[in-house]
């Protein structure tokens, strides 16, 4: 039985490609209105086509999550089209630094994952969440990973940023859920997706690995199942659900 997301209004960010597109595709059967935020414009347009092209109702807007004035934007013009905002999925990340020891860890690499991964998971709940508040009802879903609380990230600034995204999320779910409003993230497992297949090959190159690197991509889990998990916590069937999901 699908998950009922029927009239729902959703922010997909990071929908054009990965997990944040097989949840704009997933939502959007599942009977939602789709504004899908992203940098990659043509990735972007292509998820919002598929969906628009089967029957359902969703629009793209360039939004880089790390940019104030992109982001204020962004909600304001989503806000206006979506006519209010149910629910924000957040899923736009980046992973760069992997295998880099901290002493040879640029700054550029560190500041350019902590602005996307934490800054842009900031700037987009500060303005959904005070348009949510208006509402007194909201449902916030946030890309954490296993990587910032297991030490098994590749990459010491993305294990950083997703350690941030929990602590953020525990905090922001204390502040807003007297406004009415739901905060979780999701610490997916190693997921078959652009930035994970290009970490997966690039430290299999790093380790020399001898075991095949095919079998390890064939191993990863498919993103249309982390998808099924997201519409299931942005559903009301999850109301009880508090703090992060972890999945394998
Ligand atoms: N794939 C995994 O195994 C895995 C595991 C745990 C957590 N995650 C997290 O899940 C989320 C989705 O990752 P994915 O694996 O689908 O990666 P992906 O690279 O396929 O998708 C990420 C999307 O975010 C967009 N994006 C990047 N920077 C942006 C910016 N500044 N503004 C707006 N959009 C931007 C990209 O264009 C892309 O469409 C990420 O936050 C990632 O850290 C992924």
Same mark, same amino acid.
């Given at each position: 039985?699908?998950?009922?997301?029927?009239?729902?209004k959703i922010i997909v960010t990071g929908g054009a490609t990965g997990i +944040?597109?097989?949840?704009?595709?997933?939502?959007?059967?599942?009977?939602?209105?789709?504004?899908?935020?992203? %940098?990659?414009?043509?990735? +972007?347009?292509?998820?919002?086509?598929?969906? *628009?092209?089967?029957?359902?109702?969703?629009? /793209?807007?360039?939004?880089? &999550?790390?940019?104030?004035i992109g982001v204020s934007g962004g909600v304001e013009a989503a806000n206006?089209?979506?006519?209010?905002?149910?629910?924000?999925? !957040?899923?736009?990340? %980046?992973?760069? +630094?992997? +295998? %880099? #020891?901290?002493?040879?860890?640029? #700054? *550029?690499?560190?500041?350019?994952?902590?602005?996307?991964?934490?800054?842009?998971? /900031?700037?987009?709940?500060?303005?959904?969440?005070?348009?949510?508040? =208006?509402?007194? !009802?909201?449902?916030?879903?946030?890309?954490?990973?296993?990587? $910032? &609380?297991? $030490?098994?990230?590749?990459?010491?600034?993305?294990?950083?940023?997703?350690?941030?995204?929990?602590?953020?999320?525990?905090?922001?779910?204390?502040?807003?859920?007297?406004?009415?409003?739901?905060?979780?993230?999701?610490?997916?497992?190693?997921?078959?997706?652009?930035?994970?297949? #290009?970490? &997966?090959?690039?430290? !299999?190159?790093? *380790?020399?690995?001898?075991?095949?690197? #095919?079998?390890?991509?064939?191993?990863?889990?498919?993103?249309?199942?982390?998808? =099924?998990?997201?519409?299931?916590?942005?559903?009301?069937?999850? =109301?009880?659900? =508090?703090?992060? &999901?972890?999945t394998n």
């Amino acid at each position: 039985m699908p998950v009922d997301l029927r009239k729902k209004k959703i922010i997909v960010t990071g929908g054009a490609t990965g997990i +944040g597109r097989s949840v704009a595709l997933r939502v959007s059967a599942n009977g939602a209105k789709v504004a899908v935020f992203d %940098i990659n414009s043509l990735e +972007g347009a292509s998820t919002v086509n598929k969906i *628009n092209n089967s029957g359902g109702n969703a629009r /793209y807007w360039h939004v880089d &999550v790390s940019d104030e004035i992109g982001v204020s934007g962004g909600v304001e013009a989503a806000n206006n089209w979506l006519e209010g905002i149910d629910i924000l999925i !957040h899923m736009a990340g %980046i992973l760069e +630094g992997a +295998g %880099i #020891e901290v002493d040879n860890l640029s #700054e *550029n690499i560190w500041d350019s994952v902590l602005d996307v991964n934490l800054r842009g998971t /900031y700037l987009i709940c500060k303005y959904v969440s005070s348009i949510m508040k =208006k509402s007194s !009802h909201g449902i916030i879903i946030l890309a954490a990973s296993p990587a $910032g &609380v297991t $030490g098994t990230s590749s990459s010491l600034a993305y294990g950083a940023s997703k350690g941030g995204v929990h602590g953020f999320t525990m905090v922001l779910q204390n502040d807003l859920s007297k406004y009415g409003i739901r905060v979780n993230d999701i610490a997916p497992g190693s997921v078959k997706t652009p930035l994970k297949v #290009e970490n &997966v090959k690039l430290m !299999h190159k790093k *380790n020399y690995k001898n075991f095949s690197l #095919e079998k390890e991509i064939d191993e990863l889990i498919s993103p249309d199942d982390v998808a =099924k998990i997201i519409a299931f916590m942005a559903s009301e069937d999850a =109301k009880e659900l =508090k703090g992060t &999901v972890f999945t394998n």
